[in-house]
């Protein structure tokens, strides 16, 4: 079945920087778009950025313009955001995701989620 492991969150000082992971299993990996989510508390889920299977990264919002990248590896079937300049408005849970053809219509598959909290 498909899985989405997150992996890299932690507590880190206004400033710093992360490399979330995400290894995926169970579908083809390299023909599918990935997309890196968050949510903050008390707020909706929002998309922070997606890459395409050939490795074009979507638009991103502004707030995190030049400070986040993402990036895949097909071999390994990892999907990493890397997060530089981390602002206390970062913290959030930050999900993987994938949009599959499943059971005759597209789904969304999700992983656990990752902590991160951008603190002093």
């Known amino acids: 079945q498909v899985q989405l492991v997150e992996s890299g969150g932690n507590l880190v000082q206004p400033g710093g920087s992360l490399r979330l992971s995400c290894v995926a299993s169970g579908f083809t990996f390299s023909s599918a778009t990935m997309r890196w989510y968050r949510q903050a508390p008390g707020k909706e889920r929002e998309l922070v950025l997606g890459?395409?299977?050939?490795?074009?990264?979507?638009s991103i919002a502004d707030s995190m313009k030049g400070r986040f990248s993402i990036s895949r590896d097909n071999i390994k079937n990892t999907v990493y955001l890397q997060m530089n300049s981390l602002k206390p408005e970062d913290t959030a849970v930050y999900y993987c995701c994938t949009v599959l053809f499943s059971g005759g219509a597209y789904r969304f598959f999700w992983g656990q989620g990752t902590q991160v909290t951008v603190s002093s």
């Open positions: 890459i395409t299977d050939g490795g074009v990264s979507t």
